[in-house]
């Protein structure tokens, strides 16, 4: 393992208190990239957030088997070389674990993020909340194929009415919105505004993403179209809670990260009316994120039982529908054959199938069942989305896996 400090957040909320403009505030956590850094290490100091508990009854351990990756050389989506360093950089990488055949054989950080530092998933939050509707699926909780109005009546005048929950596990409701979270003026805007963590236009904000929900329009037939929307996976939450009786969080804890046998508890923000943000509030440690990557390679099975039920790894692992994703804007980080399939991004390559969960700024989890790799990773992008620099990182780390295969 190695830890650099030679690249800090300077002066962000330093000192006893800190200067007055050099605070963080939730409303301005996106505002210039070193407090986007910051936040996204420190979400707990400036957001509501609720716990989710790893239960403490064991940890599973990650035995280690170092290798000297640094000068690998890998290759991008142009097919231009470049060195497993060379990829850390060029992705601005905060913190990365690489594991072969559960072993680790990379790990480091840079910056202020350490072994134990929770860090923000952004959107892989989505495929957590994925394997707990699986667990809930399993114990004949939750219907994938029935009416999201069956469990949320409310939303009968919404978008969401006539859609099953399996479109807003795969992302193909047909709902007029547009998922842009460098625009304040899209219903993405507006829902960071809910959250806090955009300056509020009105009242109500922050406020309920629930409520939001029910104010939304239809555009289309769901099913028929890849529609990349985060308040699906919020909804999908409200269902959850509506299905059993219990909030989010404590799914989260009790369907998953208490299973996992996990390092460390984690946490989940909250938007202004207090409901989890499953579109993207999770924060945990590198290594635990790992863990969950290792459970996903050996088919829901981790610290000596089943976390979720191997239908769901084969089920993602066989993808969505090919053609509804490749005519979608949304497809563009992964190359032909890729697809969506219960909050994991897939791609179907001649030889072998990676499935990931992605997040804004960079975060990845990388799973490929037939090298025997995990990757995780957290980054502190420029943009919160850059397609090229994703398609980028996903080529250089097939290409890892053929290294290390």
Same mark, same amino acid.
């Given at each position: 393992?190695?830890?650099?400090?030679?690249?800090?957040?300077?002066?962000?909320?330093?000192?006893?208190?800190?200067?007055?403009?050099?605070?963080?505030?939730?409303?301005?956590?996106? =505002?210039?990239? %070193?407090? $986007?850094?910051?936040?996204?290490?420190?979400?707990?100091?400036?957001?509501?957030?609720?716990?989710?508990?790893?239960?403490?009854?064991?940890?599973?351990?990650?035995?280690?088997?170092?290798?000297?990756?640094?000068?690998?050389?890998?290759?991008? %989506?142009?097919?231009? %070389?470049?060195?497993?360093?060379?990829?850390?950089?060029?992705?601005?990488?905060?913190? *990365?674990?690489?594991?072969?055949?559960?072993?680790?054989?990379?790990?480091?950080?840079?910056?202020?993020?350490?072994?134990? $530092?929770?860090?923000?998933?952004?959107?892989?939050?989505?495929?957590?909340?994925?394997?707990?509707?699986?667990?809930?699926?399993?114990?004949?909780?939750?219907?994938?194929?029935?009416?999201?109005?069956?469990?949320?009546?409310?939303?009968?005048?919404?978008?969401?009415?006539?859609?099953?929950?399996?479109?807003?596990?795969?992302?193909?409701?047909? *709902? @007029?919105?547009?998922?842009?979270?460098?625009?304040?003026?899209?219903?993405?805007?507006?829902?960071?505004?809910?959250?806090?963590?955009?300056?509020?236009?009105?009242?109500?904000?922050?406020?309920?993403?629930?409520?939001?929900?029910?104010?939304?329009?239809?555009?289309?037939?769901?099913?028929?179209?890849?529609?990349?929307?985060?308040?699906?996976? $919020?909804?999908?939450?409200?269902?959850?809670?509506?299905?059993?009786?219990?909030?989010?969080? @404590?799914?989260?804890?009790?369907?998953?990260?208490?299973?996992?046998?996990?390092?460390?508890?984690?946490?989940?923000?909250?938007?202004?009316?207090? =409901?989890?943000?499953?579109?993207?509030?999770?924060?945990?440690?590198?290594?635990?994120?790992?863990?969950?990557?290792?459970?996903?390679?050996?088919?829901?099975?981790?610290?000596?039982?089943?976390?979720?039920?191997?239908?769901?790894?084969?089920?993602?692992?066989?993808?969505?529908?090919?053609?509804?994703?490749?005519?979608?804007?949304?497809?563009?980080?992964?190359?032909?054959?890729? =697809?969506? @399939?219960?909050?994991?991004?897939?791609?179907?390559? %001649?030889?072998?199938?990676?499935?990931?969960?992605?997040?804004?700024?960079?975060?990845?989890?990388?799973?490929?069942?037939?090298?025997?790799?995990?990757?995780?990773?957290? =980054?502190?992008?420029?943009?919160?989305?850059?397609?090229?620099?994703?398609?980028? $990182?996903?080529?250089?780390?097939?290409?890892?896996?053929?290294?290390?295969?």
């Amino acid at each position: 393992m190695t830890v650099s400090r030679d690249d800090v957040e300077g002066d962000i909320m330093v000192g006893f208190p800190p200067p007055r403009g050099q605070r963080v505030t939730a409303d301005r956590v996106y =505002s210039t990239p %070193a407090i $986007t850094r910051w936040f996204m290490q420190h979400v707990r100091e400036v957001e509501r957030t609720a716990d989710v508990s790893s239960g403490r009854v064991s940890v599973a351990t990650l035995p280690v088997a170092a290798m000297p990756l640094g000068d690998v050389v890998l290759r991008d %989506a142009d097919g231009a %070389a470049l060195t497993f360093d060379q990829m850390l950089e060029r992705t601005s990488t905060d913190g *990365i674990l690489v594991l072969r055949r559960g072993h680790v054989v990379a790990e480091h950080y840079r910056g202020t993020l350490g072994p134990t $530092t929770p860090h923000l998933y952004h959107s892989i939050t989505k495929s957590l909340g994925s394997c707990v509707a699986a667990n809930l699926t399993e114990e004949g909780l939750l219907d994938p194929e029935e009416p999201v109005t069956t469990y949320v009546p409310e939303l009968a005048g919404s978008a969401y009415a006539n859609a099953r929950v399996r479109h807003l596990l795969d992302m193909t409701v047909a *709902i @007029r919105y547009t998922e842009d979270h460098e625009n304040d003026d899209t219903e993405d805007g507006r829902l960071d505004r809910l959250c806090g963590v955009k300056p509020s236009r009105a009242p109500h904000e922050p406020g309920s993403a629930y409520e939001f929900a029910m104010t939304t329009a239809r555009d289309g037939e769901h099913g028929e179209t890849f529609h990349y929307v985060s308040l699906n996976t $919020t909804v999908l939450g409200w269902v959850m809670e509506r299905a059993t009786g219990v909030a989010v969080p @404590r799914l989260l804890s009790d369907k998953l990260w208490s299973r996992l046998a996990t390092e460390d508890d984690a946490y989940v923000a909250l938007d202004g009316a207090g =409901s989890a943000q499953l579109d993207g509030g999770f924060c945990s440690s590198l290594r635990d994120l790992a863990r969950f990557g290792q459970m996903l390679l050996q088919d829901g099975s981790f610290g000596g039982g089943q976390v979720v039920p191997a239908w769901l790894v084969e089920q993602v692992r066989k993808g969505g529908d090919k053609a509804v994703f490749a005519a979608s804007p949304d497809s563009a980080m992964l190359p032909s054959g890729g =697809s969506y @399939r219960d909050c994991f991004w897939v791609c179907e390559r %001649a030889d072998h199938t990676t499935f990931m969960g992605l997040g804004m700024y960079g975060q990845m989890l990388y799973v490929n069942q037939m090298a025997g790799l995990v990757v995780a990773k957290f =980054s502190s992008q420029l943009r919160p989305a850059d397609d090229v620099l994703g398609a980028h $990182t996903f080529h250089a780390l097939e290409t890892l896996a053929e290294v290390l295969a």
